[in-house]
């Protein structure tokens, strides 16, 4: 799943899907989200389907729920039943109105300072008990590994974007102080001085100046050139 997702939302959400998918019966739909709390404030990042994220977001108008506290303290929250729950009776109320009756929230095991939690959602009581709960915990323990390495991969292909992104614009400056200094017959550092005065009497980027010069001699745009 990391490997095939573009970025890590896309995989987020596929974890979602296949946690609801995995624990799900014939007419007995579990329900997904995944909250991400960074900065003291919660968001669904994720979910196997929009009933999902709306369970996910009530908890968010309360200020506080099975999934917030989850992923703030790290430990798995689990209600049995919200009719006999008495921790956050507004929003058990609340859940329950919308036929909710247990509740699983399991936090990821992540590094740094971002906090995530699994919360699971199910129309039937003791939904998430005995073997449900165990599976569960292991399943989150797994993927919270996953999770680590989807969140460096996204963190690297930033890094190697930016580092591409750098390169070409140092490609097309040093073709066009080249040109420069064809063409007036100056030094490097000339051609460099001439390139940044009209950057900045044109009050345009220095990239875009020199990519002007570079296309102006009709051979297209400066390649760069990656080797390995």
Not at 7 to 27: I, N, T, Y
């Amino acid at each position: 799943m990391v490997l095939a997702s573009s970025d890590v939302e896309e995989f987020l959400h596929e974890l979602a899907r296949v946690s609801a998918r995995s624990l799900s019966e014939p007419g007995d739909e579990v329900l997904c989200g995944i909250t991400l709390l960074r900065h003291r404030k919660a968001a669904t990042v994720a979910s196997s389907s929009p009933d999902a994220q709306a369970m996910d977001e009530i908890q968010y108008d309360f200020g506080d729920g099975p999934c917030m506290t989850a992923s703030r303290e790290q430990v798995t929250v689990h209600i049995t039943d919200v009719e006999n729950y008495e921790r956050w009776p507004q929003y058990s109320r609340t859940v329950r109105s919308q036929g909710v009756r247990s509740i699983l929230a399991i936090p990821f095991q992540l590094e740094g300072e971002t906090r995530a939690a699994l919360n699971l959602y199910s129309h039937r009581p003791g939904r998430f008990e005995g073997r449900v709960l165990a599976l569960a915990e292991d399943f989150v323990s797994q993927t919270s590994m996953a999770l680590r390495l989807a969140v460096r991969f996204a963190h690297y292909s930033d890094a190697a974007a930016n580092l591409k992104a750098t390169l070409e614009t140092r490609t097309v400056i040093d073709v066009a102080v080249g040109v420069i200094m064809a063409q007036n017959r100056c030094s490097q550092e000339e051609a460099f001085a001439l390139l940044k005065a009209a950057s900045s009497t044109r009050n345009i980027k220095l990239r875009a100046v020199a990519t002007t010069i570079v296309e102006s001699l009709g051979q297209g745009p400066a390649k760069t050139h990656y080797e390995g």
